[in-house]
């Protein structure tokens, strides 16, 4: 029931949003219907329906977003499109053919357009900094463009002259020397300045945001008291300028504990006047879904404040288009990959959000993707890339963004990031998976089939067989596992050379389901003692100390072990005094021929009697003799063929004696082995 009075609620307040700026009267405007009062009957029945008809003939499977509204947003960030289209990128349609991207974007479901908006992107002679040079001006052309489909604008003020995010709050340049009031001014009449040109241009404003990802700082504010003058001011210049508009403040990080429900405290303590709470989603970074929604439910909870989600993207390809590297890659370290890099993965990714904000939230609005429009310039050389991204501004940052911002973009300028995570391919033709946007209001049943092998990590004893599996686990376009048979490239000459190569790790490569499988194959020494390396104290480990050494221990330092932080530690000052046997004792061994190995190292050592020993049964099978030199010179006694019966008791060790040179003898113990012989 109360899903159903919201989507009146909804219905209505975006009706009369879409009339802000509409002057000029597009063709798609919802044509003078009274939107009546919120939650009434007669919103509902005259609330806008976009006219949308399933897509046919996609081949990508699309889970079924159950009840959503019709005017649920799925916006799309598109903010560099003029500047990659002056670098020369063309857009094209699902026939192939060359076609507005906005209209492409329309008829495939997006139904709202983000753009950001920066105070002054450029140097003072006017080179661009890049990031597609968006200003209020930019903007307006998007928006025009974006109105003649039917599509609104969601304008994303960053208060900066480039980027802004939680690592990254930098006030305009013409700030400066401002006092804190007339900051707040410049920042209302650039917030009023740029929606009046908006409304001039005849741009359809739907929602406004008041900075991009404030999390702590804004425009240089690092005090909520002042972050919440600075928003205050800007949704006055909103509600003013464009009543009927939605004012969104915007976050990160909804993984950090607590965090935005502080973050709404200070909102409702200083009186920010808003409507929409929106965080960013990047699942490689920003937690589970589970907790995005339980977040923003306990802001709409705690101050009826509406949701949305106004950032997300997900990589349908490692690969990178553009000669730039990207942000997500196969291997990126520290994120989390819970799908395929596939356009499968991007669309089972982006309708686990929607589905999410539609079914899990109590109050959210909408969601949108950053930034599916965003490809390569489209050379076939980084020089000829980077010349286009200098010019125009297409790329990430120009070098020009050194006078504004020189320790980031003016080191590290470049072209896009995120091309791996676009909706078009490298040369503008849109990817079957833009049709998500329209696919997940129906679904798209189509059949199983695998979408991605999962990679495989094995271990085999170098002593032991290498049998690498018939089957693997594959991620299904539906987002189930199921076991599919695999191939591997692996011949006699590679396993004898596995074999024979030592403790090492191996890439092994095959076939499962028509696509590459991956397996990291680690040869490893089987080992049948415990605690080898003595990173588990003196687990499993006997002492018999027999002329009381003063020290006599496991000691943790790293730089005194042969691996690991720890090893096992002998120091005495009186002559004499070193006389010790370590030894671990192993039970019911399988019958074969076995080899011992133990290592020493230390000093100070005068005369000594050193060596490993094996015993079975109690008595000393064999020993192998081992001598202390100098600090980090470490020798290792060798036993092989050892004899052991089925079931035999073993105790494998080393015998330390000591005279000491005067000094006190020192030594370290270190990676003890018991195994089978091939
Ligand atoms: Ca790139």
Redesign the pocket.
Known sequence: MKKSVLSFLLAAMLLVLSACGGTSGTATDPAGTDPGQPGTEAASTEKEERPVKKIEGNSLYVRKVENMPADFILGMDASAVPALEASGVKYYNFKGEEQDVFQTLAECGVSMIRVRVWNDPFDAEGHGFGGGNCTADTAAEIGKRAAQYGLSLLVDFHYSDFWADPGKQMEPRAWKGLKFPEKIDALYRFTKESLEKLNAAGVKVGMVQIGNETNGAMAGAHAWEDICEYMKAGSRAVREVCPEALVAVHFANPEKADSYRGYADYLKFYGVDYDVFGSSYYPYWHGTLENLASVLNGITAAYGKKVAVLETSYAYTPD???????TIGEGTSGITKNYPFTQQGQVNSLTDVVDTAVNKMTDCIGVFYWEGTWI?VGTDSWEANHTLWEKYGSGWASSYAAVYDPDDAGKYY???????QAFFDASGRPLESLQVFNLMRFGNEVPLKADAPEDVTLMFDLNGEIEMPEKIFAVMNDGSRQEVDVTWQLTDEDIARMKSGGVAVYDVKGEAAGMEAKAQVSMIEYNFLQNYSFEEGDAGWTVTDLAKADELRVENKATDSMTGPCHYHFWSAAKNSVEFTLEQEVKDLPAGKYKFAISIMGGDAGDTDIYAYVKIGGEIADTAPMKITSYGNWDTGRIGGIEVEEGQTVSAGIYVKCAGAGNGAWGKIDDALLNTEP
């Open positions: 990178d288009t553009d000669f730039s590297g990207n390569s470049g072209g896009c990031a995120v091309d791996n």
